[in-house]
């Protein structure tokens, strides 16, 4: 390869050669390798590990993700104002883009305030060829972080948010043994701070390239300052490496314990990049956990902020992320901060009134929605109704405030009968004049959901169904995605008993239609979480049928099934016969299953197709589902079922007790699942 880099390609066939790259198909490959680094660390295989590294970072693969992902963002550029725009550019630098001699050029620095707390953050960026480097080394440091970080570390890591901490945070303090104390840490300009030298010694990555990120030096107001401390914010390696720096507290404070048996709520540690949160049941361990974190710290050349650091009762209440968590009649509760409310109030007051100048009505209407339904989206998980209704309130009130501005001659009325009509709840809705149908929001109608928490132990590298399964189900929960397409079909009400599901009221997901061969969203519908238990088998019943529906069988029916409490099965005598088949396909007609029934079916069975397709516990479809048939055809008219083997020479397998009971290394757990993963995919289990 690097005689190959010697060569010099003309620029039309660099950008053939971007052009044909398959993003996916590298996407995959480095995937894979990352999966085997971290399989290779919980293993404690050093050689393995340097190995995949080593593939990592040299990969072809690995150096064009680099480079599209640098070009993708749209980033301002560094010192030297290069941008790599044309595909011939992107190619080069892919070919280019090697530890060897590798030598990084000074950040450029600028200064950003913050509007709401006029705080200044200083921000240092790197040249492009830089922040594809470091994009490169996280390729193969990320697998490493994720494999060994702290399980209660959510800030900047893959398919981890804000969200989980506060349902971790739920979970905690509403168990049996929950903490009663609340030691709240704030790591003082955390990422200005961080020694050198400890990075330098324990993040284990290429020490060259490293210390070339560290110590490269930025310039600012055309003069050029060394690095001797710090990372900078700009930097696309930072995040992971400012995670690894304070990984290894939680530990910290479990060994404190010196027991057999680890209360786990004691000192239990939860953090979000340098905002540590750290219960415990008594207020001296809780001192004691801050002196632990202080030398912890000091260690890594930080030091804790005393304005924002202090000790707690869970009853009085605590801040964290934006959020105030409270007990109340033994009853955690968790609201807006009062500090989230007026900052947001802040930025609501700047964009509609400061900045009124630079918008038409449309795109202040779009401009306000995007920030409402950003600022909802992330409270949606708390008791936050009441704070929703106060921010509707300040909305309309400094709307209005704007109104008056550019139209101060006219009457307050006419103003609101101009820009504002009453939506079906007889509320008053700040409106485009020309189209109702662009509006602003309203805060009152959005969804609170649940946020389910995270299984801390998963590893996003090789637990992928379970992020995948967890995305749909936020999806589904939240009204996103696809799903929303079926909420505004229903009008947001229930399936089942045709009620509106309100902001507070959980919700699922059913299938509507079991007879169709069919599990799209058009075959989906919103329900009440409560009305599955009052679930009508048969759906598509016509009620005027009810005088010809035999009740008495169905009651009988209903008395037959076996709801696990050591009823006989109804249907034993088709479960046996499915069980002892030994044939791949079959037909079997309504009074085929009936003579080996010994009874005649009850009417359902000839009326409704779902009778059939139902898989709920006790019903007749147990029969051949778990004998490994099923029903290839369904024919009505004939009165007839033809059913199909699934798997041909099946037989079961013994799985021994100590791996069942017993907990396994991590590393053999995995593997496991690999071996089993293969086995189901040879075999088409």
Not at 36 to 54: G, H, P, S, V
Not at 138 to 155: C, G, N, Q
Not at 294 to 322: A, W
Request: proline share 2%.
């Amino acid at each position: 390869m690097n005689d190959f880099n010697k060569i010099e390609l003309p620029e039309d066939v660099l950008a053939k050669m971007w052009r044909k790259i398959d993003f996916e198909e590298a996407q995959r490959n480095i995937f894979k390798l990352q999966q085997q680094l971290t399989l290779a660390i919980f293993k404690n295989n050093k050689y393995e590990k340097e190995r995949l590294i080593k593939k990592i970072t040299t990969s072809i693969d690995a150096r064009v993700l680099a480079v599209k992902k640098v070009t993708d963002t749209n980033s301002a550029p560094g010192v030297d104002g290069i941008r790599w725009i044309k595909d011939s550019d992107k190619m080069k630098a892919v070919l280019n883009l090697k530890a060897k001699g590798y030598k990084a050029k000074p950040y450029r620095r600028f200064v950003v305030t913050e509007q709401t707390s006029q705080k200044q953050r200083h921000i240092s960026i790197p040249a492009i060829n830089d922040r594809a480097m470091q994009v490169l080394f996280s390729y193969a440091l990320e697998p490493i972080s994720e494999a060994t970080a702290d399980r209660k570390s959510f800030a900047f890591r893959k398919e981890r948010s804000a969200l989980d901490v506060h349902a971790l945070i739920m979970h905690a303090l509403n168990e049996h043994n929950a903490p009663t104390w609340v030691l709240v840490c704030d790591v003082k300009s955390y990422y200005y701070n961080i020694s050198h030298n400890w990075l330098l010694k324990n993040i284990p990555m290429d020490k060259k390239v490293l210390k070339e990120f560290l110590k490269a030096g930025f310039i600012f107001d055309g003069e050029l300052f060394p690095t001797d401390k710090g990372i900078s914010l700009g930097c696309n390696i930072s995040t992971i490496i400012a995670n690894m720096a304070l990984d290894g507290i939680q530990k910290l404070l479990y060994d404190l314990q010196n027991q057999k048996e680890i209360d786990y709520y004691e000192g239990f540690c939860i953090r979000f990049a340098d905002d540590i949160l750290i219960f415990s049941k008594k207020e001296t361990k809780a001192r004691i956990y801050l002196k632990i974190i202080k030398k912890f710290l000091k260690k890594r050349g930080l030091e804790l902020s005393f304005e924002k650091t202090y000790i707690n009762k869970i009853e009085k209440g605590f801040d964290f992320l934006s959020r105030h968590y409270y007990k109340e009649n033994n009853t955690i509760h968790c609201i807006p901060s009062k500090k989230a409310i007026q900052k947001f109030e802040s930025e609501l007051y700047d964009l509609i009134l400061e900045k009124k100048s630079r918008w038409s009505q449309p795109k202040l209407i779009k401009t306000l929605n995007t920030k409402l339904i950003g600022w909802a989206g992330y409270h949606r998980v708390e008791e936050a109704k009441e704070a929703f209704v106060h921010i509707d309130v300040v909305v309309s009130a400094l709307l209005l405030r704007l109104m008056q501005k550019m139209y101060p001659s006219k009457p307050r009325r006419y103003l609101i009968e101009k820009f504002w009509y009453k939506d079906e709840y007889d509320r008053e809705v700040f409106t485009l004049t020309t189209d109702k149908s662009i509006k602003v929001i309203k805060l009152a109608d959005v969804i609170l959901v649940k946020h389910k928490k995270l299984d801390i132990k998963k590893n996003v590298f090789l637990d992928t169904n379970y992020f995948k399964e967890k995305k749909k189900i936020q999806n589904i929960n939240k009204v996103t995605d696809k799903y929303k397409n079926i909420w505004n079909r229903q009008n947001g009400r229930c399936y089942y008993c045709g009620n509106k599901i309100t902001t507070n009221q959980p919700r699922k997901l059913v299938i509507r239609d079991l007879t169709w061969d069919n599990n799209t969203t058009r075959n989906m519908a919103y329900i009440h979480t409560f009305c599955e238990d009052d679930e009508i088998i048969f759906t598509n019943s016509n009620l005027d049928d009810l005088d010809r529906v035999d009740i008495k069988g169905i009651l009988n029916e209903i008395e037959g099934f076996d709801l696990g409490y050591g009823k006989k099965y109804k249907y034993q005598k088709l479960y046996d016969y499915f069980s002892n088949c030994k044939k791949y396909t079959f037909l079997l007609k309504f009074t085929d299953i009936e003579d080996i029934l010994d009874k005649r079916l009850c009417d359902s069975a000839y009326k409704y197709k779902s009778f059939w397709y139902q898989k709920k516990h006790g019903s007749i479809s147990r029969c051949w589902i778990e004998n490994n048939y099923s029903m290839k055809k369904l024919d009505f008219n004939k009165k007839s079922i033809t059913f199909l083997r699934e798997k041909k020479e099946l037989t079961k397998i013994k799985i021994p007790e100590q791996l069942l009971m017993s907990n396994l290394p991590i590393s053999a757990k995995y593997e496991m699942e690999k071996f089993f993963e293969y086995i189901i995919k040879k075999y088409g289990l």
